[in-house]
């Protein structure tokens, strides 16, 4: 418990933190930690258990319209298209919780990777920016990924299936009901649902099945996600990329490595200011390179730094307040080695 403020020498150098009057020494500050880590965790789980409440909800409602679209009692095939839109109407929802589970997800990895992990791995000291990054997230809550990247995602990892059944089963019931059909013709024609004709039923099944997948694959290249383990688009380039390692003879890792950034300035003064940001506020060195722009035949600088990748937000952040003209190119590495990643192998 902390301890009312006594002589200035009563706790010595292991004083961290005063509030009128009471002083708190590391190791309380330590189960304070501890007991937030576990608060913000139980968010976590509580928002990923909504998760799968919508999405239970979404399998029970196709499970229910198809065994009534196909009973013998059904005589309309509209129910299936019916059912497609109440299963969007869940992926929308679903999307909405995905953004508050974030939310608390980037919480918990803020202090896994950069407070229990620092307890764990030289030099033993978080990073500079993480205890600013966590109390910036808790004075001003905002969305850490957009919606379109959790509609995206959500739908790569479960709804796309679901909106997969639904077409192959709507295309089998117009096949088959009232009989089947015989040529093209008799499909559009059994496609029909009272005066609307069968061309527009099919025309609007079609543009609405590819919209809704063209969405869910554009946006897997956005990752501002914290709270999953493998995001699905690095999950797809190591399936080629491993692939080409078992026909090469090389190995392959799966976990999510550094990332090295190019940052592209419009002048020297703004990339001196980006790179004294950087070192003060992320702990991260940087490297300058003078280049020249071939087109504007103009003198750039260019920063290199290596980041973990936690620290892509906030470092495109910091570059696009203070130069929003620069160019930001960020990959992935093999690995880093040297201070603040990895040491250096004897």
Do not use: C
């Not at 319209?65 to 009692?73: Q, T, V, W, Y």
């Not at 978080?126 to 808790?138: C, E, G, K």
Request: charged share 15%; aromatic share 12%; proline share 5%.
């Amino acid at each position: 418990m902390a301890e009312p403020v006594g002589p200035p020498d009563n706790r010595g150098p292991d004083q961290i933190w005063s509030f009128r009057g009471y002083r708190l020494a590391p190791g309380e500050f330590n189960n304070a930690m501890i007991h937030f880590y576990r608060g913000e965790m139980t968010r976590s789980n509580v928002w990923r258990s909504r998760l799968d409440a919508t999405t239970n909800w979404a399998v029970v409602a196709t499970g229910a319209a198809l065994s009534f679209a196909f009973s013998e009692a059904s005589h309309s095939h509209f129910m299936i298209p019916i059912n497609t839109l109440l299963i969007t109407l869940f992926l929308y929802i679903e999307a909405r919780r995905y953004r508050y589970y974030e939310l608390w997800a980037y919480r918990v990895r803020l202090m896994e990777t950069d407070f229990f992990a620092a307890m764990l791995a030289p030099p033993f000291s978080p990073s500079d920016t993480w205890a600013t990054r966590l109390v910036d997230n808790l004075l001003h809550p905002t969305y850490t990924i957009s919606y379109w990247e959790a509609f995206g995602r959500r739908f790569r990892r479960n709804y796309q299936f679901i909106f997969a059944l639904l077409a192959i089963a709507w295309f089998t019931k117009i096949m088959i009901h009232p009989t089947p059909a015989m040529s093209v013709q008799q499909f559009i024609d059994h496609a029909a649902v009272g005066a609307i004709p069968g061309r527009v039923i099919i025309a609007m099944g079609m543009v609405f099945n590819t919209a809704i997948f063209v969405v869910g694959w554009l946006t897997t290249g956005l990752r501002q996600s914290q709270g999953e383990i493998l995001p699905s688009s690095a999950l797809g380039a190591s399936l080629f990329q491993t692939a080409s390692d078992m026909i090469t003879g090389h190995s392959f890792s799966w976990s999510r490595h550094e990332q090295l950034a190019y940052i592209i300035t419009t002048s020297k003064a703004k990339a001196e200011v980006i790179s004294e940001r950087i070192l003060t506020t992320m702990s991260r060195g940087v490297t300058a390179v003078n280049g020249v722009g071939m087109y504007s035949k103009e003198e750039r600088v260019i920063l290199l730094v290596a980041i973990h990748p936690e620290q892509v937000v906030p470092l495109k952040k910091l570059v696009r307040d203070l130069d929003p003209k620069a160019f930001i190119i960020i990959h992935g590495t093999e690995e880093v080695i040297g201070h603040g990643f990895r040491k250096v192998p004897n």
